[in-house]
Every structure is written in structure tokens, then in C-alpha cells.
């Protein structure tokens, strides 16, 4: 069946209004006529089996059939702190990392970042997300927020991982220079079992600067290293939450 994202707005009682671009999808492409059945989530839980009642010109209108909370959401909170890269880079992080079930993605400007801020792509980038959403099955909308600067991404970590409501946290810190230890150490270090938010934390093109582990390191941060080849910002980002992920069970079926 068809899967359709609405504002929440959208959605009053039973009864559910399509409009815009995905009315001219249904209608144009889809050829969708009254009676017919599709799914509809508005990124807050829920799901619903709606049956079309009518479609005009500017909009269809829908009633609610069945709402079912569908099982597509990871149990654990990974929010990926990710340097911003060049070009088009961030929108293919984007649509990788929600598919695999990141919970929230935090461009960071770094010393080596090229590209320093969003451009005006927020919105883009939030759009990529709720594709990302709408085609793999998910429910929950993962926000892309505004671009911070390193040490305030540092800062939201540590106030993250102090509230109580985030369980216990795992910060996973990528850096290409690390000799010591390894991700594979670090999660045995931790029962997996028992982490609810993990940080993930990927440099930029450019890499980490020393500066800046230091930084980490006085957070409280050990960073890990990702074996002996160098990756490039893109994969270590999907690399790691595909780690992660299989290791909290969510590649279990
Ligand atoms: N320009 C750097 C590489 C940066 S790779 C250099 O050539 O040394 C971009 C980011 O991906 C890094 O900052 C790190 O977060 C991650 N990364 C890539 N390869 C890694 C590895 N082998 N171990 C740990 N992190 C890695």
C-alpha cells in the first residue's frame, strides 16, 4: 500500500486531508479514485489505513480506517554528530543514516569544515529526512538541525548524556589518527544492552584536528579508531550507525 506523509494539522478526528504534491502524485501518477486504500503517518507515532472518500482538484479527503503504531523505530536514541561536509555529501548521510534509524542528525562546523554553514539547505535536508522516512516504513521524522559549531556539539552531548531520561550513553568518536583503541574495545567496555543514547561523532573531510581531540577528551570522550584504511566522512558515518545498529539488535528481524 501507498505511504503518504501529513502535517499533523492535516489529520481532525477520523477524517485526514491530502493536498499538494502528494495529491498530484496520487492523482497524476498513482491514478488514485475514492474507495481506494492507503497508509498515511504525520511523524509523531502513529500510522493510519485510510480509505479515500474523495478526490478534487485541491485536495482528497480520507477516513480513518485502522491506527496501528507500526514496529519501525530503534529502541535506542542515536543522535550522529556529523562534521558538515562538501557538496551533496550531507543529503546522501542524510538519507543512509535515517534509513538505518538515526534519531537525530547535528551538522558540526569543525576547524577543517570547508563548508560552514547550511546555506539555506535546513529545510532541504529535513525534506530528505521525511523521505527517508516515508520510504523505508519509520514513523518518527529525525530533525536536521541548524549547523553548531564544534564545541557547542561537544556541549550538547554532555548535556544529553547527563539527563537522566537519556539512560545510559554511549559516545562512539571517530578519529582517524587513534592508535589505541579500536570501536571494538570500546564496546565491550559497555553491556549494550543497557546503552538507551548513543553519540556518534565523524570529522569532516578534512579529519579532526588535535585541537579538537583534546577537546573531546576533556568531555570525557575516548575516540576510537576505525581500523588501519581510512574512510571517507560518508562511509565512516554508515559504517558506524550500521556497527551500532546490528549490535543494539536492530538488525534482528
Ligand atoms: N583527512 C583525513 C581523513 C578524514 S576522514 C586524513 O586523511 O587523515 C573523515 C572522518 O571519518 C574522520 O575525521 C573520522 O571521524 C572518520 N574516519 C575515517 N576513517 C577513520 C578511521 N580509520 N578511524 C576512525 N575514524 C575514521
Known amino acids: ?9 492535516a489529520i481532525n478526528g477520523d477524517t485526514v486531508f491530502i493536498s499538494g504534491e502528494d495529491l498530484v502524485h496520487m492523482v497524476q501518477v498513482l491514478r488514485f479514485k475514492a474507495g481506494d486504500h492507503l497508509l498515511v503517518f504525520d511523524g509523531t507515532g502513529p500510522e493510519h489505513e485510510v480509505e479515500l472518500v474523495s478526490v478534487e482538484k485541491n485536495r482528497a479527503v480520507g477516513r480513518i480506517i485502522r491506527t496501528y503504531k507500526p514496529d519501525t523505530e530503534p529502541e535506542t536514541r542515536v543522535i550522529l554528530f556529523q562534521g558538515m561536509p562538501k557538496s551533496d555529501k550531507m543529503e546522501w548521510i542524510i538519507q543512509k543514516t535515517v534509513e538505518l534509524g538515526v534519531a537525530q542528525i547535528v551538522p558540526v562546523i569543525t576547524r577543517y569544515s570547508v563548508v560552514r554553514n547550511a546555506d ?7 525534506r530528505i529526512s521525511r523521505e527517508a522516512c516515508k520510504q523505508s516504513g519509520r514513523v518518527l521524522i529525525p530533525e536536521v538541525q541548524e549547523p553548531v559549531e564544534y564545541c557547542r556539539a561537544l556541549g550538547m552531548w554532555r548535556s544529553i548524556s547527563s539527563d537522566e531520561s537519556s539512560g545510559l550513553s554511549l559516545p562512539v568518536f571517530c578519529y582517524e589518527n587513534e592508535t589505541e583503541k579500536c570501536l571494538k574495545d570500546l564496546l565491550k567496555c559497555y553491556n549494550i544492552n543497557c546503552v538507551k543514547t548513543v553519540g556518534i561523532f565523524v570529522g569532516p573531510e578534512g579529519g579532526f584536528s588535535e585541537e579538537e581531540i583534546r577537546l573531546a577528551k576533556d568531555y570525557g570522550i575516548i575516540p576510537v579508531g576505525l581500523g588501519n584504511r581510512i574512510l571517507r566522512t560518508e562511509t565512516a558515518a554508515i559504517a558506524v550507525m550500521s556497527v551500532i545498529m546490528y549490535e543494539m539488535g536492530e538488525f534482528d528481524l
Not at 501507498?2 to 499533523?8: L, M
Not at 539555506?120 to 529535513?126: E, I, L
Open 1 to 9: 500500500m501507498h505511504r503518504f506523509f501529513v502535517s499533523p494539522d
Open 120 to 126: 539555506g539547505k535546513q529545510k532541504r535536508w529535513n
